[in-house]
């Protein structure tokens, strides 16, 4: 049942007596009474609280995405240092852009219109619920975490590329040679890779711990791509999930996907 | 019994021990000046009570183990600050915290990894923030 007006209005005035509390000069007193032991301040801390969830996910919607736009591609490279080896054979890449026909094969027909077979997919990690990668790593240097992220420890990868052959998305990358000369632009506040280590996606969890959604969400100006908890109904994925028919690559396999397509 | 080449075979087994020995009768008696480890960074001059995370001794003698216990709590556990012994509480970051203050690698890390023949690979990866400058 919707509240009434005068309900919304006592919410509406309670709410904003609350946010005004701890402004007020004597309660601001006590709380600098008290002792602060444990607590972290602002500046460890970062300005904004971590993001938390119980499972990431995304959906991408490559209908919105504009003509030769590779701005995701962009500032998810950047921020974390992917180099470019200016040779297909040596490629790095986190997040692409696919024909629909590679990422769907078993859903495109001949019979598909252009408007689709022509669309640039945004392909990346699919940070899968029973992932591969995870099950052949012989080192457990990728692991899942419990928001379901699937990470990469690159201090224990032997380079053994097994996660490489295990992943059926070909999102991993392996560095040949060392990456750090053919990184443009080196980000300090993300490491680089060293020879002989795979690289891949990390959706981004080093800015959900700074309270910052992911790069190239935050950079697709079109808002093609949405990330948030699959478990809560109110996130910006299930707000899309919910009211329209999805696709997840091949989820035949049984990864579990958490990587959603709108077409 | 009868030694073939008895002039080459005894200069060479003598060649061999000089060769062999060299490291203990070289530098017998001389002692090799401890490095010395700059303290002076801008950052450091700044701080009231020059201070590390934890006391010099520990992490003198154990900064190595603080080190890979931070990588693991980072990556592996999704911790990322850290309680020192006097509850204050540091970022865990090696380019961010440990290099904020000791921004001069080379007079400081390096002197004494130098020195005592150590070889992190922490910097294979781990971006010194004077060199990206």
């Known amino acids: 049942m ?7 209005l006592k919410i509406a005035g309670f709410s904003a007596v609350g946010l005004a509390l701890p402004f007020l000069p004597s309660l601001a007193f006590d709380q600098a009474g008290t002792p602060t032991a444990g607590s972290s301040s602002p500046a460890v801390q970062g300005p904004l609280p971590a993001l938390k969830a119980k499972r990431w996910a995304m959906t991408v919607e490559p209908r919105k995405c504009r003509p030769d736009c590779t701005d995701c591609i962009a500032a998810c490279h950047l921020e974390h240092n992917v180099p470019d080896f200016r040779n297909p054979k040596d490629d790095i890449h986190w997040i ?3 024909k629909v026909e590679h990422v769907f094969p078993a859903e495109t027909h001949p019979r598909l219109p252009e408007s689709i077979t022509k669309l640039p997919v945004p392909v990346l ?5 029973n992932p591969p990668c995870v099950r052949v790593c012989p080192t457990q240097a990728t692991f899942k975490r419990a928001d379901g992220i699937v990470m990469m420890d690159y201090h224990r990868c032997i380079g053994c590329r097994f996660c490489m052959a295990a992943c059926p998305y070909g999102s991993r990358s392996m560095n040949w040679r060392d990456p750090r000369p053919f990184v443009r632009k080196i980000n300090p506040a993300f490491p680089t890779r060293t020879k002989g280590v795979v690289e891949k996606c990390n959706f981004c969890e080093e800015r959900l711990a700074r309270g910052i959604l992911p790069a190239c969400v935050i950079a697709c100006k079109d808002k093609a791509l949405a990330f948030g908890d699959q478990e809560d109904p109110r996130s910006d994925v299930r707000l899309i999930l919910d009211k329209c028919l999805s696709l997840r690559r091949r989820p035949e396999l049984g990864t579990g996907p958490r990587v959603y397509y709108i077409l | 019994m009868k030694l073939y080449n008895r002039g080459m075979v005894i200069a060479g087994i003598v060649a061999f021990l000089i060769a062999a020995t060299f490291p203990l009768w070289y530098g017998r ?23 590390c995370i934890e006391s010099t001794t520990y992490m003198r003698a154990s900064h190595m183990k603080l080190l890979a216990a931070w990588r693991d709590d980072v990556v592996r556990e999704g911790k990322r600050t850290y309680t020192a012994a006097d509850g204050r509480i540091h970022q865990i970051s090696l380019t961010g915290t440990c290099l904020n203050c000791h921004s001069n690698k080379d007079k400081f890390c390096d002197r004494c ?18 060199e990206v400058r």
């Open chain 2, 29 to 51: 008696g001389k002692a090799v000046p401890p490095p010395d480890l700059k303290l002076d960074t801008p950052a450091l001059e700044r701080l009231k009570e020059k201070r």
């Open chain 1, 125 to 129: 990690c699919n940070h899968c619920e």
């Open chain 1, 96 to 98: 692409s852009l696919e």
């Open chain 1, 2 to 8: 919707a509240p009434t007006r005068r309900e919304f």
């Open chain 2, 113 to 130: 990894h130098d020195y005592s023949g150590a070889k992190p690979a922490c910097w294979s990866c781990h971006i010194i923030p004077e």
